[in-house]
Nanobody, 117 residues
Framework: QVQLVESGGGLVQPGGSLRLSCAPS????????MGWYRQAPGKERELVAT???????KYADSVSGRFTISRDNAENTLYLQMNSLKPEDTAVYYC???????????WGQGTQVTVSS
């Protein structure tokens, strides 16, 4: 059973920065596309950013230029560097991984990010 464990969330003031990490545990097969999603209270879960095993990235328009997604394939770890944070970035952030030749989907438990003064 594969588990994705996120860390790095917390409370930060507007304009501040946070770095999220996601590390899988258990029996890990090939990690294909990995990504970060977020869900704010009363809203649907939305895509933040994705990254392929080759390093190609995509970002939501709302975070482009402020957030950077990266991965360490040797350590099987996913990161999200968040700069210039805004109150509207407040949400639970979830790690997602597409794994193996059958593209099984896996989610983390989420980490809370709160941007407030």
């Amino acid at each position: 059973q594969v588990q994705l464990v996120e860390s790095g969330g917390g409370l930060v003031q507007p304009g501040g920065s946070l770095r999220l990490s996601c590390a899988p545990s258990g029996r890990i097969f090939r990690l294909n596309v990995m990504g970060w999603y977020r869900q704010a209270p009363g809203k649907e879960r939305e895509l933040v950013a994705t990254i392929t095993s080759g390093g190609s990235t995509k970002y939501a328009d709302s975070v482009s230029g402020r957030f950077t997604i990266s991965r360490d394939n040797a350590e099987n770890t996913l990161y999200l560097q968040m700069n210039s944070l805004k109150p509207e970035d407040t949400a639970v952030y979830y790690c997602h991984a597409d794994m193996g030749v059958y593209h099984s989907k896996h989610w983390g438990q989420g980490t809370q990010v709160t941007v407030s003064s």
